[in-house]
């Protein structure tokens, strides 16, 4: 069978496990072929480091783009992550008119608990809003859901209609399908609900709460999520293989999470998320 290939756009934070040191070996072990852009190289990433360098690439990335292109490359997806600026959330947009007919998956990673992440405007957010509106799939937290709806943060206490709300109206910014993540009905159980906008149907998969709040866990999220549905699995399926590796990867990380503060240990959980994929 021919091996589905995917583009990824975001940074490399060498140390810390996300972005593209998660993405890049998840999406390989599932088998696809990964061709990242790195968007900026920086020592580590920004959550809970100080001090960290930050080389931004935003000029090779439109050389990287005309390159391709020049190649005749084609893409079965692309996926984005965190982006820099909103020049570079510009340049994704170009990235998507080169290449039509790929799937194409938005995480706006822009806000956690709340808050914007340290050095993120409203600017950036209404920017990413449009981008999240011309993807197939955005993969939004409910903060991140709020600020794209411009909808106060409801941190808890919510139902499914209250959520089944917000993926409404997320998919009436442009794209097809919406997955929030973080949702809790339950105190005991967090997953992630989904719509498709094109047959209005509604999914969702939830499994243990762990009551802890790990960096880079979106980005596994998006990634497994984004392998599988360029695998061609269903919106049903990607959302159980996502969910469930995500939380083996946290649940992994638990008995030294005062050490593994960072990061989690994603690549120890690798072969079950290969074998959840029969
Ligand atoms: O996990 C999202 C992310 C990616 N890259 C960098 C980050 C963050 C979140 O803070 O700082 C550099």
Redesign the pocket.
């Known amino acids: 069978m021919k091996q589905k290939r995917i583009a990824t756009i975001q ?1 490399l ?1 060498c140390f810390g496990k ?2 593209l040191t998660v993405a890049h070996p998840i999406m390989s072990a599932m088998g696809l072929e990964v061709c990242p852009i790195p968007t900026a190289v ?1 020592s580590t ?3 809970g480091f100080s001090g960290w360098t930050f080389r931004d690439l935003s000029a090779d990335i439109p050389a990287i783009i005309a390159h391709w292109k020049r190649e005749g490359l084609t893409f079965d997806a692309v996926s984005t ?2 982006l820099g600026s909103v020049e570079q959330i510009g340049m994704v947009s170009d990235f998507f008119d080169a290449f039509p007919g790929m799937i194409k998956i938005v995480d706006p ?1 822009f806000a956690d608990n709340g808050k914007l ?1 340290t050095g993120f405007t409203p600017e950036y957010a209404a920017e990413m809003t449009k981008l999240c509106g011309r993807a197939d799939i955005t993969v939004p937290n409910l903060t991140e859901a709020s600020f794209m709806l411009g909808e106060p943060y409801v941190a808890s206490g919510y139902d499914e209609d209250y959520i089944h709300g917000v993926l409404r109206r997320l998919c009436a910014l442009g794209c097809r399908i919406a997955v929030v993540t973080g949702v809790i009905y339950d105190p005991a159980r967090q997953g992630a609900v989904a719509l498709d906008s094109e047959t209005g149907e509604f999914f969702e998969y939830f499994n243990e709460n762990i009551d802890v709040s790990f ?2 866990t ?2 596994i999220f998006t990634s497994a999520l984004a392998g599988a549905v360029t695998l061609g699995k269903s919106m049903k399926d990607a959302l159980r293989i996502a969910v469930d590796y995500t939380v083996a990867s946290i649940k992994v990380t638990m008995p030294d999470k005062d050490e593994h503060w960072y990061g989690v240990k994603f690549e120890t959980c690798l072969p079950e998320l290969i074998k959840s994929l029969d």
Do not use: A, K, P
Request: aromatic content about 12%; some cysteine; charged content about 10%.
């Open positions: 940074d934070s996300c972005s920086l990433h920004t959550g992550g965190y990673v992440y960096h880079g979106g980005d």
